[in-house]
């Protein structure tokens, strides 16, 4: 099957009367703050979203979208792909009262100057938000070990060898 590019912005509250589904790609070029923040965007993104009401009558966005990407590791240096999945729930803003009211299992986002949803930009966030911290391999496969870590949080062992000083105060009363 060949893939059909996501629309770059709907009406959310039209889409979701419809319960439209969609079903397609984001090309690497349209995810310019991913690839910022990465060390590249090896691949076009993999999205689906439906749209639908709620009870509450909300508009509501479920979504699921995938993407490799190119991180450094902050360990070793070297670069590694990272597959970035997310899965989101999503409403959007309409007023203050509807940021108010939205329950808050729904992420909000808001909508451009003409009332539409960026599809792009709003799968490129879930991407952002999900990607590490810190970047860093799985221990396994890193060409650092962890106890040559010279940053960060000291591990547990070096904690608790050093000498508490309690102990040192009661060797000199003795
Ligand atoms: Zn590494």
């Given at each position: 099957?060949?893939?059909?590019?996501?629309?770059?912005?709907?009406?959310?509250?039209?889409?979701?009367?419809?319960?439209?589904?969609?079903?397609?790609?984001?090309?690497v070029s349209l995810m310019k703050r991913l690839a910022e923040l990465?060390?590249?965007v090896?691949?076009?993104?993999?999205?689906?979203?439906?749209?639908?009401?709620?009870?509450?009558?909300?508009?509501?966005?479920?979504?699921?979208?995938?993407?490799?990407?190119?991180?450094?590791?902050?360990?070793?240096?070297?670069?590694?792909?990272?597959?970035?999945?997310?899965?989101?729930?999503?409403?959007?803003?309409?007023?203050?009262?509807?940021?108010?009211?939205?329950?808050?299992?729904?992420?909000?986002?808001?909508?451009?100057?003409?009332?539409?949803?960026?599809?792009?930009?709003?799968?490129e966030?879930?991407?952002?938000?999900?990607?590490?911290?810190?970047?860093?391999?799985?221990?396994?496969?890193?060409?650092?070990?962890?106890?040559?870590?010279?940053?960060?949080?000291?591990?547990?062992?070096?904690?608790?060898?050093?000498?508490?000083?309690?102990?040192?105060?009661?060797?000199?009363?003795?």
């Amino acid at each position: 099957m060949q893939k059909v590019k996501i629309p770059r912005t709907v009406d959310p509250a039209k889409s979701a009367q419809k319960r439209l589904d969609y079903q397609g790609i984001i090309q690497v070029s349209l995810m310019k703050r991913l690839a910022e923040l990465t060390e590249g965007v090896k691949r076009n993104a993999e999205v689906s979203l439906s749209f639908e009401l709620d009870e509450q009558r909300l508009v509501v966005i479920s979504g699921k979208a995938n993407v490799e990407v190119d991180l450094e590791c902050q360990r070793c240096n070297e670069i590694f792909a990272h597959l970035c999945e997310v899965e989101f729930t999503c409403t959007p803003v309409y007023s203050e009262k509807s940021e108010q009211d939205a329950p808050e299992e729904y992420d909000l986002v808001d909508l451009n100057e003409y009332g539409e949803l960026d599809l792009i930009k709003l799968v490129e966030d879930e991407f952002i938000l999900e990607l590490p911290q810190i970047a860093m391999h799985d221990e396994s496969e890193c060409s650092v070990k962890s106890n040559n870590m010279v940053f960060g949080d000291l591990p547990k062992e070096v904690l608790e060898e050093k000498p508490n000083p309690f102990d040192v105060l009661k060797n000199l009363k003795r």
